[in-house]
């Protein structure tokens, strides 16, 4: 007689695949990172490479960006020490086209991060770039009028209708406007010639312009009895005028990377740290001074009298933040902008005040009265 019992392999098998399918329903998830800054992997779309730009303003055959921080952590590798053990690369890139060139990169997405003056900042966020401001990098950098020597130029009123060179598209332009306005003129009383750093000490010493508008090398022309400098952003009420600087960043590269862009705002602040000790002050200028192939005794001499903590300072503290709205509304009533915008809502001070906890910067730097407000 046949037996009607089902084999027990039959019975196996299915228990088996209940067993199964109950395991692939309610397997254990891999945990997620709960902490924002522990997102950063090597997943990350951009964690393999960090691309830093920086408007080259060298004098000479070496990449400089004129800024003692910036260059210290340029020159001394400090960034590619610190995410080397990541097998992360560092890419600086410096423009000589300056500003305009670094917001088309910016927009093209071939950059992270960007040293910048503060007009061309304000021109790529308020283009639509979808940058976040998240340190300053120099505050109340002055500039000077260079005028023809020989034609005892003493006042505005003297220059009206005669060629002003000017870089366009970069602090100097925004700087310039705010400079003649706080004087009661404004761009149209003068003939404005764009020309970049080396073309206007050329223009100058070529006598082509009546005057241009610069730093170090303005001190340098006036030094050979080029030009003189009559006029600068010292003299104006509350320094209207001087330039600020900032470092931007890509907001989608700070979501997606944000341990990785912490560890560069910490890294900065290091640098910063070390600028600010007033022992390491003939150090930081010679450093700059031999990078950017400026004379020694000029770059002094633009900063005498001031404490290098105060102005490379990198908390986004509310003195800084108002200058730049003054900026932002300085460019729209100039016209270099058409969509002025709040500076707070573009400022991120998260990431430079964890850095400041992180790294113990009071107790680094406590010495060194930056005169920040809270």
Do not use: C
């Not at 060298?58 to 001394?76: C, F, Q, R």
């Not at 610190?82 to 410096?94: C, L, N, R, T």
């Not at 300056?98 to 966020?125: H, T």
């Not at 009895?225 to 005028?241: E, H, K, M, N, V």
């Amino acid at each position: 007689m046949l037996s009607t019992k089902k084999p027990t392999h039959y019975w196996t098998f299915a228990v088996f695949s209940l067993l199964l399918l109950l395991f692939l329903i309610f397997k254990p998830q891999a945990q997620q990172g709960t902490e924002t800054h522990q997102r950063a992997t090597s997943a990350s779309p951009n964690s393999t490479k960090i691309v830093i730009a920086v408007p080259d303003l060298s004098a000479g055959k070496n990449s400089s960006s004129a800024n003692i921080v910036v260059d210290y952590l340029y020159t001394h590798k400090i960034l590619e020490q610190e995410f080397a053990k990541d097998h992360i690369q560092v890419e600086w890139k410096f423009f000589k086209g300056a500003g305009p060139a670094i917001n088309e990169a910016l927009a093209n997405k071939q950059l992270d991060f960007a040293f910048l003056g503060d007009l061309a900042a304000i021109i790529g966020k308020a283009n639509g770039l979808d940058t976040r401001l998240i340190a300053a990098m120099g505050r109340g950098t002055d500039v000077y009028l260079g005028v023809l020597k020989g034609h005892n130029y003493q006042s505005l009123e003297q220059l009206k209708g005669k060629r002003i060179a000017v870089w366009q598209g970069t602090a100097f332009q925004l700087s310039f406007a705010q400079f003649i306005e706080s004087q009661g003129y404004k761009r149209s009383d003068f003939r404005i010639v764009n020309l970049d750093i080396p073309a206007t000490n050329a223009a100058l010493a070529s006598k082509q312009i009546d005057a241009g508008w610069g730093i170090i090398p303005m001190l340098a022309l006036q030094k050979q009895g080029l030009i003189d400098i009559p006029f600068s952003t010292r003299d104006t009420q509350d320094g209207r005028g001087a330039i600020l600087s900032g470092l931007v960043a890509r907001n989608d590269f700070l979501q997606q990377n944000p341990a990785l862009s912490q560890r560069l705002v910490n890294a900065v602040l290091k640098a910063y740290a070390w600028t600010a000790d007033e022992k390491n002050r003939q150090v930081a200028i010679q450093l700059v001074t031999k990078n950017a192939n400026y004379p020694n005794d000029l770059y002094q001499r633009y900063l005498e009298g001031i404490a290098l903590g105060q102005i490379y300072q990198p908390r986004l503290d509310a003195a800084y933040l108002q200058q730049l709205q003054r900026s932002v509304d300085a460019a729209a009533a100039a016209q270099l902008i058409h969509q002025p915008f709040q500076v707070s809502q573009w400022a991120d001070t998260s990431w430079v005040e964890r850095a400041w906890t992180e790294l113990s910067a009071e107790q680094q730097i406590a010495a060194v009265k930056t005169g920040v407000q809270q």
